[in-house]
C-alpha cells in the first residue's frame, strides 16, 4: 500500500478569537503528533501498549471511511489503569491557571456494547474518578444524565464536543451536525477544566471501566472553543483524519505551516 503525502497549510489567525493551538493525531503505527505541540503517551506504559494494536480499517475488517482506507488503532476494553494520556502542550485560558475552553473530536467506532458506557475522556490524570464524557448506548453523547443524538454499533462517527467554563456550556456533534447543549455543573477551574501544568487529560478512561472495545482514525484538540458552523465544516469520518472541508480556512495553528500525511491507502 502506498503513502501519499499532502501539505497540510496552517494559516495565520487575524484575530484573537481565532486563533488557537491545535494538534491532531492520526495513529499511523504509533501515538505520534500528526500536527501541533501536544503529546499523547500511554498510561501506565505497557499497561495500556498491551492493550492496543495498530492497522488499517481494512485490516482489521471494518467499513472503509470516506476517502478509502485509513490507519486505525484498535483498543480494548480499557479498565481502570488504562488509558492514553494528552499533554495538550498550551497553556491556561478562559482565567485562571487551567484550559478552561477547548474542542475534542474522535473518529471512532466501537463495535458493540458490552457496557451501557464508553468513555472519551476524564479530566482527572489519575483515572481517580468518573469520566466526564460518554456515549451512552441507544441514548447518545453527553454526561449527568443528559445524552442527545445516536451512536449506533459497528459504524464509523465524528464525535464532537466543545466546553466553554466561562458559560459552564458543553455543545455536542456528530459528523458535524449539532445534537445537543447542555449546561455543566461547575465553571472555571471546575470539574471540567483541564490541567495546563504537564499534567495529563485522559483520553477513553474511566474510573470504574465503563468502557468498550473499539477503533480509533483520528483525534483532534484545539484550545478554544469552536463555533457550530467551524465544527459543521469538519462533517463526517473521513480517512484522511479530523480535517475540515478546504474551503472553511479553519486549522489556524498561528503563523505555522505544517506537514502531515495524508491517512487515505491505495
Same mark, same amino acid.
Given at each position: 500500500?502506498? $503513502?501519499?503525502?499532502?501539505?497540510?497549510?496552517?494559516?495565520?489567525?487575524?484575530?484573537?478569537?481565532? *486563533?488557537?493551538?491545535?494538534?491532531?493525531?492520526?495513529?499511523?503505527?504509533?501515538?505520534? #503528533?500528526?500536527?501541533?505541540?501536544?503529546?499523547?503517551?500511554?498510561?501506565?506504559?505497557?499497561?495500556?501498549?498491551?492493550?492496543?494494536?495498530?492497522?488499517?480499517?481494512? *485490516?482489521?475488517?471494518?467499513?472503509?471511511?470516506?476517502?478509502?482506507?485509513?490507519?486505525?488503532?484498535?483498543?480494548?476494553?480499557?479498565?481502570?489503569?488504562?488509558?492514553?494520556?494528552?499533554?495538550?502542550?498550551?497553556?491556561?485560558?478562559?482565567?485562571?491557571?487551567?484550559?478552561?475552553?477547548?474542542?475534542?473530536?474522535?473518529?471512532?467506532?466501537?463495535?458493540?456494547?458490552?457496557?451501557?458506557?464508553?468513555?472519551?475522556?476524564?479530566?482527572?490524570?489519575?483515572?481517580?474518578?468518573?469520566?466526564?464524557?460518554?456515549? $451512552?448506548?441507544?441514548?447518545?453523547?453527553?454526561? *449527568?444524565?443528559?445524552?442527545?443524538?445516536?451512536?449506533?454499533?459497528?459504524?464509523?462517527? $465524528?464525535?464532537?464536543?466543545?466546553?466553554?467554563?466561562?458559560?459552564?456550556?458543553?455543545?455536542?456533534?456528530?459528523?458535524?451536525?449539532?445534537?445537543?447543549?447542555?449546561?455543566?455543573?461547575?465553571?472555571?477551574?471546575?470539574?471540567?477544566?483541564?490541567?495546563?501544568?504537564?499534567?495529563?487529560?485522559?483520553?477513553?478512561?474511566?474510573?470504574?471501566?465503563?468502557?468498550?472495545?473499539?477503533?480509533?482514525?483520528? +483525534?483532534? +484538540?484545539?484550545?478554544?472553543?469552536?463555533?457550530?458552523?467551524?465544527?459543521?465544516?469538519?462533517?463526517?469520518?473521513?480517512?484522511?483524519?479530523?480535517?475540515?472541508?478546504?474551503?472553511?480556512?479553519?486549522?489556524?495553528?498561528?503563523?505555522?505551516?505544517?506537514? #502531515?500525511? $495524508?491517512?487515505?491507502?491505495?
Amino acid at each position: 500500500m502506498k $503513502r501519499i503525502g499532502f501539505v497540510w497549510m496552517v494559516v495565520a489567525a487575524v484575530s484573537a478569537m481565532s *486563533s488557537a493551538t491545535e494538534l491532531q493525531f492520526d495513529f499511523n503505527g504509533d501515538l505520534s #503528533a500528526s500536527a501541533g505541540p501536544g503529546t499523547l503517551d500511554y498510561f501506565n506504559g505497557a499497561t495500556t501498549s498491551g492493550a492496543v494494536s495498530f492497522g488499517t480499517a481494512g *485490516s482489521f475488517g471494518l467499513s472503509a471511511l470516506s476517502g478509502g482506507d485509513a490507519t486505525v488503532m484498535s483498543f480494548a476494553a480499557f479498565q481502570p489503569d488504562q488509558g492514553l494520556q494528552l499533554f495538550p502542550g498550551c497553556g491556561p485560558n478562559g482565567g485562571g491557571s487551567d484550559i478552561n475552553q477547548y474542542t475534542m473530536i474522535w473518529d471512532l467506532l466501537i463495535p458493540s456494547f458490552s457496557s451501557s458506557y464508553s468513555s472519551l475522556f476524564n479530566t482527572n490524570p489519575s483515572n481517580g474518578n468518573d469520566g466526564d464524557f460518554f456515549i $451512552r448506548e441507544n441514548m447518545g453523547i453527553g454526561i *449527568s444524565g443528559d445524552y442527545t443524538g445516536i451512536i449506533n454499533p459497528n459504524e464509523w462517527n $465524528r464525535i464532537g464536543v466543545t466546553v466553554d467554563l466561562t458559560t459552564s456550556t458543553m455543545s455536542k456533534y456528530i459528523n458535524g451536525v449539532q445534537v445537543g447543549s447542555q449546561i455543566l455543573s461547575s465553571g472555571v477551574g471546575g470539574r471540567w477544566a483541564l490541567y495546563a501544568d504537564g499534567q495529563a487529560t485522559l483520553l477513553l478512561a474511566d474510573e470504574d471501566g465503563e468502557n468498550n472495545a473499539g477503533y480509533i482514525n483520528s +483525534f483532534y +484538540f484545539a484550545d478554544r472553543a469552536l463555533t457550530s458552523s467551524e465544527m459543521a465544516a469538519f462533517g463526517g469520518p473521513d480517512s484522511d483524519g479530523v480535517i475540515p472541508e478546504p474551503a472553511t480556512g479553519l486549522l489556524l495553528i498561528t503563523g505555522v505551516s505544517l506537514i #502531515a500525511a $495524508r491517512k487515505r491507502r491505495s
